[in-house]
């Protein structure tokens, strides 16, 4: 019998057991519930700019316990290092004034590494402890340099993963992470099913491709896996479905409530296959 899936954060990262690791792949999204001017000004200091390997773009985050950001990958890859410039790299005035992430964890499924860096500019390579297996990683700042105000905004400038000696993301891949307004409600990872254990996966990728995996906590592996490519416009999505065809659907997303545990959630309304269900939320 396929064992329960952990009822914590580490639930989002969960993908099939028989899915081995491929060829390393660039992350297909970095998302998270919150980000500095969102509302504003969300092209900004989105989390996306973590991975275009620029020093012209920046992720920011207020709050003691800035929201966690999620990267997610079409398969799963090993990360054994990452390059890490911390704080705002806009400016030398810029990465005075912000704070400048200390030390992180990055979380899969069933393991977590920490990674802790100097207070200096430019990219820092650290090779992780051990290789990190995943298709879905979690983001946390767990200790921050300060910045010139006790209320300064922390700030992580660029985040390049890297497999086998290979960089997963940055320069060559900066256009496919720039913010897009139209799809940004429905980029990321989706969970169907019961809370805390969800069976039903939806994702959303930036390069306008998507994947819906079923997976029953009573059986080893998924009773379905499809992926296609969809288009969005304004608040309908269309999704080419294969032997279905173009799908479109209606889609609404609820912004997340208060409180650490609270998610945001889409609602889908069409012609959608009956085992995907219509209704999902952003974590487990």
């Known amino acids: 019998m396929r ?3 952990r009822l914590s954060l580490a639930s989002l990262l969960l993908v099939s057991p028989t899915v081995l690791a491929a060829a390393p792949a660039a992350p297909g999204y970095a998302q998270a519930e919150a980000w ?7 092209d900004h200091y989105v989390p996306l700019n973590l991975l275009d390997g620029r020093d012209t773009t920046v992720w920011c985050a207020e709050g003691e316990k800035p929201s966690h950001v999620f990267i997610g990958f079409k398969e799963p890859v090993t990360l054994d290092e990452v390059r890490v410039y911390t704080g705002d790299g806009t400016s030398r005035d810029a990465f005075k004034a912000n704070g400048r992430v200390r030390k992180f964890t990055l979380t899969s499924v069933d393991a977590s ?15 992780l402890s051990q290789p990190l ?11 921050r340099f300060p910045g010139a105000r006790d209320d300064s905004p ?17 320069p060559a891949l900066a256009t496919r992470y720039k913010y897009d307004a139209r799809v940004a ?6 969970f169907g099913g019961h809370e805390g254990a ?12 998507w994947r819906f995996s079923l997976e029953p906590l009573e059986t080893p592996e998924p009773t379905t896996v499809v992926s296609g490519t969809y288009t969005v416009s304004g608040n309908k999505v269309t999704l080419d479905i294969p032997k279905k065809g173009k799908v479109t659907a209606r889609f609404e997303r609820t912004p997340a409530g208060e409180g650490p545990k609270a998610a945001s959630a889409l609602s889908l309304d069409g012609a ?3 085992e995907w269900g219509s209704t999902f939320r952003g974590q487990p």
Do not use: H
């Open 154 to 170: 922390v700030c992580l400038t660029d985040l390049v993963l890297y497999s086998g000696g290979k960089a997963l993301n940055g």
């Open 3 to 5: 064992p329960m899936r």
């Open 133 to 143: 297996f995943g298709a879905r990683f979690i983001l946390e700042v767990a200790d």
């Open 198 to 209: 969800p069976e039903r996966f939806l994702s959303f990728f930036v390069d306008g491709t």
């Open 272 to 274: 959608l296959p009956e």
């Open 185 to 190: 409600p429905l980029v990321g990872t989706w």
């Open 36 to 42: 500095l001017e969102k509302e504003a000004r969300p």
């Open 113 to 127: 590494r920490s990674v802790t860096v100097q207070d200096k500019r430019g990219l820092q390579a650290v090779p």
